[in-house]
């Protein structure tokens, strides 16, 4: 097992979900200013999916444990950002 790729893996799944639920946040508080919410928030959906697919593609590429190690990496961050939403809300 290669350790250094599951932890590359790893690193590049909490930084892209640190910034997906980032830029999440972002979207959610302007589209409650904007007029026209809806083609706001299919936009930011839309570039934040695709950019997130894009990362773990490039993990992917790297090796399976790179892969894998995103995923993790991912679901860390996810966690992190239901924590922060549950406190500031």
Request: charged share 10%; aromatic share 6%; glycine share 16%.
């Amino acid at each position: 097992m290669d350790w250094i790729d599951l932890a590359m893996g790893a690193g590049l799944g909490l930084a892209a979900g640190g910034l997906f639920f980032a830029a999440l946040a972002l979207n959610v508080r302007a589209a409650c200013r904007a007029g026209r919410p809806s083609v706001l928030l299919l936009a930011g959906a839309t570039l934040r999916i695709g950019l997130l697919l894009l990362a773990g593609l490039g993990a992917a590429q790297i090796g399976a444990l790179s892969g894998v190690g995103f995923a993790a990496g991912f679901l860390v961050a996810r966690s992190a950002a239901l924590v922060l939403a549950r406190e500031v809300g």
